[in-house]
């Protein structure tokens, strides 16, 4: 068996805000030109939202801001349409229904729909004003597999990987605009979510000047595919197949460590003081299709 996704990842710089999408349309048509196969193309964080900055002022980002139902969503999805692609576009400022900011990530199928909308539950506080999300997203691509999203600092919190895993996903994406020193620690953080989750974990950064680029594609035991070298404005091209996580999380990590089979029904749940909540050992699997 063999469940194919061929992926572009595109570290690129982000677009202003005030720009046109004519000129997204142009360098995603350009892209499939380029990779006639591509199935699933994602673009950075905040790739169609760039202010001037860093770091952008609430207004700006305020200003960026559009509902999921406004004019930028509906030219994408017909965007994704128009090529018959799974799009994620990077994320957006939006305005939530009572005035809300949110920095989410959208995900538009091939036939021009939108079909999903994450919203960054972990902010990096204190330098951004952006609303917390509310709950994690997994979007199923029918006769491929499940993509879950988490956007950029959502990487630093355990808890968001472990919790898209088992809600089924076999990809995360992670759209990320890092602009700091602190890159290095997210190439360790996304090989060790992948490990951890027997998922394949998706990278992408913004390019330079601003984004410290360095995107990656990391397989279910944690080794990097692909990577770009620097900031400089790249597209990581490749075909995940999804089976390979079935593989792992079968025979194991190395042929050796099946996490996810760890509990038996006869164990006791084991309580998590952190969270008020516990490891029940008869909900611990993964969600399957």
């Not at 990656?216 to 075909?239: F, H, K, N, Q, W």
Request: hydrophobic share 40%; proline share 10%; glycine share 8%.
């Amino acid at each position: 068996m063999s469940r194919p996704l061929p992926i572009a990842l595109v570290q690129a710089p982000a677009r202003p805000a005030t720009a046109p999408l004519s000129v997204f349309t142009e360098d995603v048509e350009h892209l499939l030109a380029r990779f006639p196969h591509t199935r699933l193309a994602v673009y950075p964080e905040l790739h169609l939202c760039g202010v001037d900055g860093p770091p952008a002022s609430t207004k700006q980002l305020q200003e960026a801001a559009e509902p999921m139902d406004g004019p930028r969503s509906r030219h994408l999805a017909e965007l994704a349409g128009d090529l018959g692609i799974w799009l994620m576009p990077g994320t957006v400022c939006e305005r939530g229904a009572n005035g809300g900011l949110f920095n989410t990530a959208p995900v538009y199928s091939p036939d021009g729909r939108l079909v999903a909308a994450y919203r960054k539950i972990f902010p990096w506080r204190p330098h951004e004003p952006y609303d917390p999300g509310d709950r994690f997203v997994v979007v199923e691509l029918p006769g491929i597999g499940r993509v879950g999203i988490a956007i950029c600092y959502d990487a630093w919190f355990p808890e968001v990987a472990r919790h898209l895993a088992w809600l089924g996903a076999e990809v995360i994406v992670n759209p990320v605009m890092t602009t700091t020193a602190d890159r290095a620690q997210e190439l360790v953080l996304a090989r060790a979510n992948a490990i951890v989750n027997q998922v394949f974990v998706l990278s992408v950064n913004a390019a330079g000047p601003v984004g410290t680029g360095r995107s990656l594609v990391v397989d279910p035991e944690g080794r990097v595919r692909s990577e770009a070298p620097d900031s400089a404005a790249t597209t990581l091209t490749d075909v995940l197949d999804l089976d390979d996580v079935t593989r792992v999380r079968t025979f194991g990590t190395a042929g050796l460590n099946r996490m996810w089979d760890q509990f038996t029904d006869a164990d006791t749940p084991l309580d998590l003081p952190l969270y008020g909540g516990r490891i029940d050992p008869g909900r611990w699997r993964p969600r399957t299709g």
